[in-house]
């Protein structure tokens, strides 16, 4: 198998040979990366649209194309005619390049998903209710027992904030799945945040971590009503589900009068 791999002299030469399999309607490409970048260091994302799936158990591979890390999702005609993505991460395809598009098969599915697919752009109640619970959560876990074992919490702290930069990412309706573009637009829109999140990752210090992890879920929140309160009652809310003010009243007269 490593040898077949071997025989591809750059991307350009892949993308060719599949363009001339039968099953393959269509071949885009997303990322920062185009096919003809051979340039060391990144990656390339691309996606091969079979005219039916091929498997159930995976729907994808990985491999090195003239020593690029190459990412290439196998989906099918069907994977793009649902209601929702079967993934979330089916979502770049929101915004990819076509290179090959049989018989404009890939053209009309994924004008399909533009209007299936995009996230509303008003966030949900029942995600406003997830990311200030799930913040606070994060901090509660961490500030009475920062230094019982610190490794866990600097691992802790580090992956919290990826949890973090996806929510924002959410909050700002920003593109899914693509943390380096989260982070410039960061950089570009609230500079102090991103000094934040600098300093966070180069300070050494434990507890000036934790404070900045604070920091920055506090300013990350603010658009959605910040924080959750510890004299506040928070719904645990459905997906889809909404705050109705009857059913709230129901519950906390059933659990605390």
Known sequence: MTDIIKSFKNIKNLIENLKKKEQVVGIVEYGGRTYSDMEIGGDYDLTVILNESIS?????????IAGIPTDCM???????????PNNPFYLVHLNCKILYDRNGITKKILKRIERKWKLPEKITDFEK???RFTFQHILDKLEYRLYKDMLYSRYFIFSSFDWYLQCYARIN??????????????KESDFELYNLINEMYTTDNLDEQFNILKKCAIRILEPIGGLWKKEEILLHLSPGGTVISEEEDAVINLLFQ
Do not use: A, M, Q
Not at 56 to 64: A, L, M, R, S
Not at 74 to 84: G, Q, R, V
């Open 173 to 186: 309706n920003l593109e899914v799945g693509k943390p380096k573009v989260h982070l410039n637009y960061i």
């Open 129 to 131: 209710h997830l990311f």
């Open 74 to 84: 196998i989906l099918s005609i069907e994977d793009f005619l649902t209601d929702t």
């Open 56 to 64: 159930k158990n995976f729907n994808g591979v990985h491999f090195h």
